[in-house]
């Protein structure tokens, strides 16, 4: 008896003979049958109890047949033997398990059985009966199929003991609770009985077999061969699975990646995904022709690692005809093929590697899908078989091209995406500065990453040299995504720098920008829906030589100072309304900021994700600047370029995931500096123009001063020729203003009329006329912008062009 089966087991005479023809195993009813004791025959050659010749070793998982025996006192008894192998195990070998009924228990023929015959009567399919040991009955003539053995033979085994496999002692323990219970139960099992050549799912019912007194007197079981209806559910699964786990992401390689997921091991043992590489353009390919050459995207197999494969994720494989995969493409259908095909066979020849892995790994059964998507042929799915013993059937080859189109839509709509994001990341890297100008008011360095999983948007910075030293910073955010929010990007740009050329306020600025986005939303707008054209900016003009610094934003992020010696704050101004609202007015913030302070611009993709909140993002990013200002040598005070562009680097690696940015991110870091009182110089001119020959000379005595003498004589023509000017058509009082650094001098004259000058071209029988005409010819560049008390109008002379 065991805890599992509590009943007599001397009924059936059992031993077990390990793989090397040992006897491990020996029962009491194989003593009672033979009359030898356990402890003579464990650990010696089965062969010594066979009487005659010996079976024919079996070459499957089954054999039965009749044996001639040796008994203790040497008489020979023929019996019909039962015997099922199990497979080696970590802890055990190898090993067949022998069974042969002693007795069977039922009446002899003829006897009225009421129990089994009722039993029989009532089932309409398979069907056999256990009394209350367990032991077999009754088996009607379904049952004796699927058993493959007949009644007579196995009459008086128990479940486990004709079965043989795993699945069957599971169905003796529920046998038995149900046989305890009186309680009915099914049982869903997959497996290969003795009468099929392959495994078949099977809907086990089992039910108590009561008397006339309602006693229990054994289990009647009916057997359904359910298969159908579980590889129909196993089937929708895999296309539910496939709808959900591919194209998650609108990345090729890791949606091809997902098929071959989806596809192992549920359908195949190893599965590989080549794509035919995009055509320039995205163009059509031309018809496809032998040889053809694929890159692997992906692979996946049983085997951790992928043994199996010969072509690494990556990597081009030119495929020539006879290969499924050509033939697959070439013909636009689905192909099954086996190792000893005559195409296959050909093309394995050819290919040393792959056939060593045919053959090593005992691939029996192959598969190639085309993958197509409207009308495209993008590449091809292999799937192949090995481990599963069953090659692939008609119902597989409609679930693979089935999974495999919803796959082709996903890659061909990643490869679509991938065209665009690529054309409006080029259109976007292309309206974006390729390097800072290096100006005399501050040091700058940037960043510029795009989404890694949404489309390119419409970030930009800028860093625009302005008149008298100055310099203009912006930052900005147009809404959107794709090339239309990087086309309208390169336009606000281009708006931003021309409004930047003729000096408006930062304030007046994001006005005229506010209607510029105003007149592009109209544009965009169509059949009288309005347009979806929106942005936020932000404006600060540093001034090096008053070492103000002018903001104002629309909607934008505010900006982050750190002063020299400081802690990293954020800068507070009004927040104004967002570009393209219209009609509301901006406001303008003014600070003093030492030299060597760091101004941080910076979009929102910085600091908002779905991680965190805004403020905390913020507060990394005043983390991450302070730490920099403490490692960075001299920091905030003459710290060059280097420390900001570590500066840069270090706060993206603290506030940006590993993985990429879900939205762009912009970061223009500025270190200001301070243009030396030393270095500019100023007179009040009064309105005399005989005193404009003085003034020449007090400029010259300057230049002189600053070692600029080679500058003089240009710098003469031009002080002369603005302050003549300004004397006759401006309004008093009047200022000239001389500032220089190592590589330019600037002249300005302000007076308090805001009339600006305009250059042309004088006739020859004009007395005057060419005096600008000879300050454009003159100087690196010329202009004049208005200010709250006038206008000034200045000139930049080139200082390495007077050398």
């Not at 951790?304 to 070439?330: F, H, K, N, R, W």
């Not at 879900?662 to 030393?678: F, I, K, Q």
């Amino acid at each position: 008896m065991s805890p599992e089966y509590p009943f007599d087991e001397a009924a059936t005479a059992r031993a077990a003979v390990d793989d090397s023809g040992v006897l491990v195993g020996w029962n009491a009813g194989a003593e009672r049958l033979l009359g030898w004791p356990g402890g003579e025959v464990l650990g010696r050659p089965a062969a010594r109890l066979l009487a005659g010749a010996g079976p024919p070793r079996p070459d499957g998982i089954r054999w039965h047949g009749t044996v001639t025996l040796r008994h203790r006192d040497g008489r020979e008894i023929p019996r019909w033997l039962v015997a099922h192998h199990r497979e080696p195990q970590a802890d055990r070998p190898g090993r067949w398990l022998l069974f042969s009924p002693l007795d069977d228990g039922t009446p002899p023929p003829g006897t009225d059985d009421p129990l089994a015959t009722a039993a029989l009567v009532q089932s309409p399919c398979a069907v056999a009966v256990y009394d209350d040991r367990l032991r077999l009955r009754r088996v009607n003539a379904a049952m004796a199929d699927v058993i493959g053995l007949p009644e007579e033979r196995v009459r008086g085994l128990r479940l486990a003991e004709i079965g043989g496999r795993p699945q069957s002692e599971e169905l003796e323990r529920r046998m038995l609770q149900v046989l305890t219970t009186g309680r009915p139960a099914d049982v869903q099992t997959y497996l290969r009985t003795g009468g099929e050549e392959r495994a078949h799912a099977w809907l086990a019912r089992m039910a108590p077999v009561t008397d006339d007194r309602g006693r229990v007197r054994g289990v009647c079981l009916a057997a359904h061969d359910i298969t159908e209806n579980v590889l129909a559910r196993e089937r929708l699964q895999i296309v539910n699975e496939a709808s959900v786990r591919i194209g998650t992401t609108l990345d090729v390689t890791r949606t091809a990646q997902e098929l071959a997921d989806v596809f192992v091991p549920a359908l195949a043992d190893i599965v590989s995904v080549d794509l035919l590489d995009p055509q320039e353009h995205g163009e059509p390919p031309s018809p496809l022709t032998a040889p053809v050459r694929l890159r692997r995207s992906a692979h996946r197999s049983v085997s951790p690692g992928t043994p199996e494969a010969v072509v690494e994720p990556g990597a081009q494989e030119p495929y020539p005809e006879g290969s499924p995969q050509a033939d697959s493409l070439i013909t636009g259908r689905t192909i099954l093929a086996a190792p000893a095909t005559a195409g296959m066979e050909a093309w394995l020849a050819g290919d040393a590697a792959r056939a060593r892995r045919v053959r090593e790994f005992g691939i029996h059964s192959t598969m190639s899908v085309p993958i197509q998507a409207r009308g495209l042929t993008l590449g091809v799915a292999v799937l192949r078989r090995f481990r599963r013993q069953d090659p692939f059937t008609p119902d597989d080859v409609l679930l693979a091209e089935e999974v495999t189109a919803r796959a082709a839509v996903c890659i061909d709509n990643a490869r679509r995406y991938s065209r665009e994001r690529d054309t409006a990341l080029a259109l976007q890297r292309s309206l974006l500065p390729r390097t800072l100008p290096r100006t005399a008011a501050v040091d700058a360095a940037s960043r510029y990453l795009p989404a890694a999983r949404a489309g390119v948007g419409g970030d930009w910075f800028d860093v625009i040299p302005l008149s008298g030293m100055r310099v203009a910073l912006v930052v900005g955010d147009v809404v959107g995504q794709g090339i239309q929010a990087s086309a309208t990007m390169g336009r606000l740009r281009t708006a931003v720098r021309t409004l930047a050329d003729i000096d408006l306020a930062p304030d007046e600025l994001l006005t005229h920008l506010d209607d510029l986005v105003v007149r592009l939303s109209a544009e965009a707008g169509g059949d009288g829906s309005p347009g979806e054209v929106g942005a936020t900016c932000l404006y600060a003009v540093y001034d090096p030589v008053s070492r103000c610094c002018a903001l104002a934003r629309a909607g934008h992020p505010p900006p982050m100072v750190m002063e020299p010696g400081g802690t990293p704050r954020q800068i507070t101004m009004p927040a104004g309304p967002p570009l393209g609202v219209g009609g509301l007015p901006f406001e303008s913030t003014e600070l003093q900021l030492p030299e060597g302070s760091v101004l941080a611009f910076y979009t929102d993709g910085l600091t908002e994700s779905r991680e965190r909140d805004t403020e905390t993002g913020r507060r990394l990013l005043r983390e991450s600047m302070a730490a920099c200002a403490e490692r960075a040598p001299g920091a905030g005070q003459g710290a060059d370029g280097a420390s900001l562009d570590e500066t840069c680097d270090r706060v993206l690696r603290a506030l940006l995931p590993v993985g990429g940015v879900a939205d762009d991110v912009a970061l223009l870091l500025a270190r200001t500096r301070g243009l030396p009182a030393s270095q500019v110089e100023t007179w009040h001119i009064p309105p005399d123009p005989a005193l404009v020959a003085p003034i020449r000379k007090q400029v010259v005595d300057q230049l002189d001063a600053w070692g600029l003498q080679e500058a003089a004589f240009t710098a003469e023509l031009v002080v002369s020729e603005l302050v003549t000017n300004a004397i006759r058509y401006g309004a008093h009082p009047i200022r000239l203003r001389l500032i220089h650094d190592e590589v330019t001098l600037i002249c300005e004259v302000s007076d308090t009329s805001h009339t600006a000058p305009h250059l042309r071209r004088a006739k020859s029988w004009d007395e005057g006329g060419r005096g600008l005409l000879l300050v454009a010819q003159l100087t690196q560049r010329w202009g004049s912008r208005h200010t709250s008390e006038g206008k000034t109008i200045w000139a930049e002379i080139d200082l390495l062009a007077q050398l």
